[in-house]
């Protein structure tokens, strides 16, 4: 009854088979999924700013180190699998999916700021606006999606671009137009990055 009364968001498995569901007014759950029993509730929208709350969105969740991590309208959450607490938040206008790597939590903001974060205790060890290497009037638009590979980056743009960042410092290595609006995130496979592009074309890149 938990998920049908509600719009569902997003959800994960942990390592132990529980299954871990945010849905559209904020409510974190933890549920068994042999008898469906809940474990806890948590509503995340009283930890956040009230006009925040207003147009709830999510990202997928992603589970790490038995803790819970997503970005929900403006706030980034670490969340204790065991008992719902808050490890730590930070405040970013996304809701792009964050990436784990190592001890490191890698967020890009729609505006095109990307944080490197410890994943422990949520401190900020470098930010950079990656939009800025774009002239002026091209920073006017949004971050899609990101992926990390081989150490690196790959950013998408609503307006068509994609900008190629290291994932150690930070820094813009390279960008390029593709031409038409990225809506959705990059994806890479067999060591190959494909994009979809606004007008369902496919690109490729080796």
């Known amino acids: 009854s938990f998920i049908k009364s509600q719009n569902l ?26 008898n469906g029993g809940i474990y806890w509730t948590k509503n995340i929208m009283r930890s956040m700013y009230a006009h925040d709350t207003d147009f709830f969105q999510s990202s997928d969740l992603v589970i790490y180190d038995n803790n819970i991590m997503f970005v929900a309208t403006s706030t980034a959450f670490s969340v204790n699998l065991d008992n719902a607490f808050i490890n730590w938040t930070i405040e970013i206008d996304s809701t792009n999916i964050p990436i784990i790597d190592g001890d490191n939590i890698f967020l890009l903001s729609n505006d095109g700021y990307f944080l490197n974060v410890d994943k422990k205790t949520g401190s900020i060890t470098w930010s950079t606006n990656i939009l800025k290497v774009l002239k002026k009037r091209k920073q006017q638009t949004i971050i899609t999606g990101y992926v990390l590979g081989s150490k690196k980056i790959y950013a998408t743009t609503l307006n068509g671009y994609i900008i190629i960042c290291s994932a150690t410092s930070g820094k813009v290595e390279s960008f390029v137009k593709i031409g038409s609006q990225i809506t959705t995130s990059p994806i890479i496979s067999d060591g190959s990055m494909y994009i979809l592009t606004n007008n369902s074309r496919i690109i490729g890149y080796k």
């Open 9 to 34: 968001l997003s959800l994960a498995i942990s390592p132990k088979g529980d299954l871990v569901v945010l849905n559209s007014s904020g409510d974190l759950v933890k549920l068994n999924t042999s």
